[in-house]
């Protein structure tokens, strides 16, 4: 099982976190649960993560949701590259993980 936690802020050119009205920071699991309460698909499994996400709690998917999810991200044409990037940078650091530690399970 694969555990994410989206809980860091979205950043803009300049470095700095991008702020809502009410001078909070735009994090990325709220940005992932709004995309996740419009989609169109896998209704009851997205939604569970949205609520999850919106809780601002780490979410645990096996190998099959964590593609849906990172596959849902990318194609995703509502969410600017500004937002994308952080996340996906986050997805490919989880990937490096994982390939790591398949990599060690293998030597054993």
Do not use: H
Not at 17 to 36: F, H, M, P, R, Y
Not at 75 to 94: H, Q
């Amino acid at each position: 099982m694969i555990k994410l936690n989206f809980t860091f802020p979205i950043k803009d050119l300049n470095g700095e976190a991008i702020k809502e009205g009410n001078d909070q920071e735009v994090l990325a699991c709220t940005l992932i649960s709004d995309l996740l309460i419009t989609a169109r698909e896998n209704t009851v499994k997205f939604m569970g993560w949205a609520i999850d996400l919106n809780s601002k709690r780490e979410i645990t998917v096996d190998e099959a949701d964590y593609k849906l999810l990172k596959g849902f991200i990318v194609k995703n044409e509502r969410m600017t590259n500004l937002s994308k990037y952080p996340i996906l940078k986050y997805f490919d650091k989880k990937d490096e993980m994982i390939k790591s530690q398949a990599d060690s399970g293998k030597k054993q």
